[in-house]
């Protein structure tokens, strides 16, 4: 098509941030950190290479995603660990935070609830920043590698991808059927993940991670959760998604609980006050 006289004049209109976040609840992170100093470690998870784990957290405790043997990402997925229903929204994480989540942000839960379900206390990779194409660390931009899109562009059955890994890890934990525990597994935080836009076609990239054994993302529990993490069988994503080729990686989630009294005046978030009318 014939571009229109004034098409240089619509291209520099000026952008209108969404969602301006000025008004959002803020963390006492100061005393998360206070909390977090002498806090005991009470429990803890390592995710084998190329499977999932799962793993509970009680409000008002911290769990920490590690790095361990070598560089990997994870695919994180929460639920409130009394409400299944209750489950992250990395759509409208988002679109409140960004693209790539960092210090200070929070994941949120899904509709009708839409409350922070943890604050991100901790990430060791935060000097990362955005690289020169564009890429960042620890995104909520992509889905999470799953047996689906796979066969759809290669025709195979391959089952260790992250959204098989969780299937199977939430099944077991709950004792429920696959087929009862898939439509739980939803789209995830990928933990140490470094990726993109393409600024040319706009499509997802995936770049090695700059993840080492030793780096962490350390959460403050904001509700009781269940949580389930993918170490995905793209290893540090700096080939291929979903194979047996990637050089993989166990991960490991540690959770630690605080001091009585250190959380002194902090109070569990309550959900959504909208009346749930819809106009009728």
Not at 6 to 19: F, G, L, N, S
Not at 191 to 197: E, L
Not at 259 to 267: A, F, K, S, T
């Amino acid at each position: 098509m014939t571009q229109p006289f004034d098409a240089e004049a619509r291209r520099a209109v000026a952008p209108v941030i969404c969602y301006p976040t000025e008004t959002l609840p803020q963390p006492d992170m100061a005393l998360y950190a206070r909390a977090l100093t002498n806090a005991r470690k009470v429990d803890e998870v390592v995710v084998p290479a190329r499977d999932a784990g799962v793993f509970q957290v009680r409000s008002g405790q911290f769990f920490r995603i590690g790095c361990i043997e070598g560089p990997q990402v994870g695919d994180l997925n929460l639920w409130n660990a009394g409400d299944l229903t209750e489950r992250f929204y990395s759509g409208k994480t988002r679109a409140l935070h960004g693209s790539h989540v960092g210090t200070g942000d929070r994941l949120w839960s899904a509709f009708p609830h839409l409350r922070p379900m943890t604050t991100l206390l901790q990430d060791s990779l935060d000097w990362y920043g955005i690289d020169a194409f564009g890429g960042a660390v620890h995104d909520v931009i992509g889905t999470r590698c799953d047996p689906y899109t796979g066969h759809l562009l290669n025709g195979g059955q391959y089952h260790h991808c992250c959204h098989s890994n969780l299937t199977r890890a939430l099944a077991d934990h709950l004792g429920i059927s696959l087929a009862e525990a898939e439509p739980h597994v939803h789209d995830v935080l990928n933990v140490f993940m470094c990726t993109g836009f393409t600024r040319g076609t706009g499509q997802y990239f995936m770049k090695a991670s700059p993840v080492r054994p030793g780096d962490h993302l350390t959460f403050f529990a904001e509700i009781d959760l269940l949580g389930a993490l993918s170490a995905c069988p793209g290893g540090d994503c700096s080939s291929e998604h979903s194979s047996e080729s990637a050089v993989c990686h166990p991960l490991v989630v540690e959770i630690f609980a605080p001091q009585d009294g250190m959380l002194e005046g902090w109070m569990p978030p309550v959900t959504s006050g909208y009346d749930r009318s819809h106009g009728r």
